[in-house]
C-alpha cells in the first residue's frame, strides 16, 4: 500500500521568489502537483496535494503567517518547481489519522474495516495514495470492478503513472478502455511485475477473439513465451490502442469466479528434453525460489531466507534446483543447484521436468502455474496479495501460509 509522503520546510524558504538569474525553464520553474488541502498549524501550516503528499512548512520566530497562494520548492538549496495552493481548508490529522488506519487494517486482513477507513480519508481529501490503498482493499475484498476502477484512475497520473503508458501516451496513442478495437492494432504493455504478465497472457487469445491485432512489449527474459500469444516487439511502436497487462481485468470485466484457468503456456519439448538429459542420475527432484526482484516499500512481504525455506519441507535425498536468477551465491552455500537460464521459457522447460516446485509470490510461481505443474507450491504471509485470495489464477497450486 501507498504511504503518505511527508516534506518539511520552512515558511520563510517555502515562499521565496525566483531569482532573476533562474534559468532551465524558460522563463519560470515548472509547475508541480497543487497543494488541494491545507491546514494552519500551531508551528506553521501544512497541506495536501493531490497525488497525497503532505507538504509540511514551519514558520521563522514563531510566527504564524498566513496559507500563501503559492509555494516554491526546493531540492538540496535548488529550485525545483511551483506548487499552486488552491485547496480548501481541511482536517490535515483526521486525514493522516483514517490514512493510516486503513493501511493498519488491511495489513491485518480486516479489510472491511479498512475501505470504510479509506472511505473516511478519501471523503476529507481524495487523493491519488489514499484512492490507490481503497483499490488494494477493494481487490483483497475480491470487488475487482470498484478495485480496477480505481486502480486504473491513479495509473493515469503520477506518481503510478506506469513507463511504457507514459511513453504510449506521448507518442500519441489512446488508452484502450473498452471500445471496440476491431481491426485495430492494440499495443499490450508490460507495465507491471515479470508474474503479473505471466497471469495475463491467458488473456491474448479473448483479445484476438474481439479482433484486436495484438502487440506485445514485454522485456527480453519474457519475449519467448509471449511469442506464443502474439507478435512480439521492442518498445512502443504506432498503435491505435495499448494497455497494461493488469488493465485488462478492468476493461474485460473479468470477475474472480470467471478466469479461464487451463494451462496456457506451452514448454518447448527440445528445451525439456535438453535439461532432462543433463540430470545424471533418477533421484527426486525439487525447485525453489525464495526472493523478489525490485522490492516497493510497502509491498506484501513476500520474500523468506532460503535456510528458512528448505526448512518448511522434508527434503530430505532431494536433488534442489533454484528457479531463479539471483541468490546463486546462497544456493551453492546450502547445496542448492542455481542455473544460468537464457530466459523464461528456459526456466519452465527445467520446471517442466521437476517433480515440485516450492516458491514465494514471485515470478516463478505464475510461471508454475501457467505451464500446468502438477506438483506446486506457493509460500505466502499472512498479508499477501489480492491474486491468491480464492486462488483464482492458479487454482491446482497449493497455498501454504507462514
Excluded at 34 to 55: A, L, N, S
Excluded at 342 to 357: G, K, N, P, Q, T
Aim: hydrophobic content about 45%.
Amino acid at each position: 500500500m501507498a504511504a503518505p509522503l511527508v516534506r518539511r520546510g520552512r515558511v520563510a524558504d517555502a515562499v521565496v521568489e525566483v531569482a532573476p538569474t533562474w534559468s532551465g525553464w524558460g522563463d519560470s520553474p515548472p509547475d508541480l502537483e497543487p497543494i488541494v488541502g491545507t491546514e494552519v498549524t500551531d508551528y506553521g501550516w501544512r497541506g495536501i496535494t493531490g497525488d497525497g503528499e503532505i507538504i509540511e512548512s514551519r514558520s521563522k520566530n514563531g510566527e504564524r503567517p498566513s496559507v500563501p497562494e503559492s509555494i516554491m520548492v526546493y531540492s538540496e538549496n535548488r529550485l525545483i518547481g511551483r506548487r499552486e495552493v488552491r485547496g480548501e481548508v481541511v482536517d490535515v490529522s483526521a486525514y493522516l489519522g483514517h490514512f493510516q488506519r486503513s493501511v493498519v487494517l488491511h495489513r491485518e486482513n480486516k479489510n472491511h474495516e479498512a475501505l470504510l477507513a479509506s472511505d473516511a480519508a478519501i471523503a476529507i481529501a481524495p487523493t491519488l495514495r489514499a484512492r490507490f490503498n481503497r483499490a488494494m482493499v477493494y481487490l483483497a475484498l475480491g470487488c475487482w470492478r470498484e478495485g480496477f476502477e480505481e486502480f486504473e484512475y491513479c495509473e493515469r497520473h503520477s506518481p503510478f503513472l506506469r513507463p511504457l503508458s507514459k511513453a504510449a501516451i506521448e507518442r500519441g496513442i489512446k488508452p484502450w478502455r473498452g471500445e471496440n478495437f476491431f481491426g485495430k492494432r492494440l499495443l499490450l504493455l508490460h507495465d507491471h511485475g515479470l508474474g503479473d504478465a505471466v497471469m495475463m497472457l491467458r488473456y491474448v487469445s479473448v483479445l484476438k477473439i474481439l479482433g484486436a491485432d495484438v502487440k506485445i512489449v514485454v522485456p527480453i527474459e519474457l519475449a519467448r513465451i509471449a511469442a506464443q500469444f502474439a507478435d512480439v516487439v521492442p518498445g512502443i511502436i504506432d498503435a491505435d490502442y495499448f494497455v497494461s497487462f493488469l488493465q485488462l481485468l478492468r476493461w474485460l470485466k473479468v470477475h474472480p469466479c470467471d478466469v479461464p484457468t487451463r494451462t496456457y503456456v506451452h514448454v518447448d519439448p527440445l528445451l525439456a528434453s535438453e535439461w532432462r538429459d543433463s540430470f545424471s542420475f533418477d533421484r527426486r527432484r525439487v525447485g525453489v525460489a525464495w526472493s523478489v526482484g525490485k522490492f516497493h516499500d510497502g509491498d506484501y512481504p513476500r520474500a523468506l531466507a532460503l535456510e528458512a525455506l528448505l526448512a518448511r519441507f522434508d527434503l530430505a535425498g532431494t536433488e534442489v534446483h533454484s528457479v531463479q536468477i539471483q541468490g546463486r551465491k546462497e544456493a551453492e552455500t546450502l547445496g542448492v543447484i542455481a542455473h544460468d537460464f537464457v530466459d523464461l521459457a528456459d526456466c519452465a522447460a527445467l520446471m517442466s521436468v521437476l517433480d515440485e516446485i516450492i516458491s514465494v509470490d514471485t515470478a516463478a510461481i505464475h510461471l508454475a502455474g501457467a505451464i500446468g505443474h502438477p506438483n506446486a507450491t506457493v509460500v505466502l504471509s499472512a498479508w499477501h496479495s489480492w491474486r491468491w485470495n480464492g486462488n483464482p489464477f492458479y487454482p491446482a497450486v497449493r497455498m501454504m501460509e507462514i
